[in-house]
């Protein structure tokens, strides 16, 4: 990806999360240069999920690091331009680029989303993907415009959603594949001559925002739904949770228990040394593996229902119900 003698372009990275620091730190451990770097401030990439910081690379590879709380604010658009970006590679942020950043560079604005567009436009597709029982997903590098994961394709890879992986190993899986698009596309991006296709938007989803309050365990579905649920919400998001006697409880990793173990949906059916609590559910149950009460640490399930008192027969239930014991 070493720039080619004689080109003039220069690169400016806007990023936020953990897919778009791998990304960064692959341009540089090849000698990609880069003008500059565009992130969150830091009382902002608190509030977003998978914010990581970028200080560390400018510090070592000194190049300048913008902290925006918004960047399409005119005073960051002016930062912006000051760096002179021929390129803009925003991988990893979480907000759309207004008109006047898109139009800056010469060589246009792009981006990656994770999934097969057109499908899973929008918000948090690996969570969704994985959410609704997908065996696959993927990649697209796009040009970015206005809308929503609307730009022109530039590439895509297609990756498998294993029964064993979590929206982290997922992401991942993500982010390699992005390395891997960034390394072959990316001469081509600074001369203005990469490929595009324009998505087919009579083939489009789009899925809603996901919220920390949206991640309620419904124990009427089915324990394969449950361990998806799960998976798709665990760290490093705000995790999936129940209640118990009006008490949060968080479920960061769970398996699926026995068929038809009985009990009504959210009963406490055991308690397994070593291994778990079983949950009745809508078809089966699940296990949960490790729980963390709210304020308090996160453990292996079975320790930490011996300190909350857990014990067969207990109920899991809605916010506001107090579950029998």
Not at 236 to 242: K, N, Q, R, S, V
Request: net charge neutral.
């Amino acid at each position: 990806m070493r720039e080619a003698a004689g080109s003039r372009c220069r690169t400016v990275f806007v990023g936020a999360v953990e897919e778009g620091k791998r990304c960064l730190e692959a341009l540089l451990r090849e000698g990609e240069p880069i003008a500059g770097a565009v992130t969150l401030k830091e009382a902002w990439a608190v509030r977003t999920s998978g914010a990581v910081p970028f200080d560390d690379l400018a510090e070592r590879h000194a190049f300048p690091l913008l902290k925006v709380r918004d960047l399409n604010h005119p005073m960051n658009v002016e930062r912006l331009r000051s760096l002179e970006p021929d390129l803009i590679l925003a991988i990893g942020w979480t907000r759309l680029l207004g008109p006047d950043v898109l139009a800056m560079p010469r060589f246009g604005c792009v981006g990656f989303h994770a999934s097969l567009l057109p499908r899973y436009r929008g918000r948090a597709p690996v969570n969704w993907a994985i959410i609704n029982g997908e065996g696959e997903t993927g990649n697209s590098m796009i040009y970015l415009d206005g809308g929503v994961d609307t730009g022109d394709v530039i590439a895509q890879r297609r990756i498998e959603i294993a029964y064993e992986d979590t929206c982290e190993t997922l992401y991942a899986k993500v982010a390699a594949s992005a390395i891997e698009m960034l390394r072959e596309h990316l001469p081509a991006l600074k001369t203005g001559s990469a490929p595009r296709h324009r998505q087919d938007a009579s083939r489009a989803t789009v899925m809603p925002r996901r919220r920390p309050e949206d991640g309620e365990v419904d124990w009427s579905r089915s324990a394969r739904a449950l361990y998806d649920w799960v998976r798709a919400l665990t760290h490093p998001y705000p995790g999936a949770f129940t209640f118990c006697d009006g008490r949060k409880i968080f479920v960061w990793r769970a398996s699926e228990g026995v068929e038809g173990g009985g009990g009504t949906p959210g009963e406490v059916l055991g308690i397994e040394p070593g291994t778990g609590v079983v949950v009745a559910t809508g078809g089966g149950s699940l296990r949960l593996t490790r729980i963390q009460p709210e304020g308090g640490d996160e453990d292996r399930a079975d320790l930490a229902a011996g300190r909350l008192g857990l014990r067969a027969g207990a109920r899991f239930s809605p916010a506001g119900i107090g579950g029998a014991s």
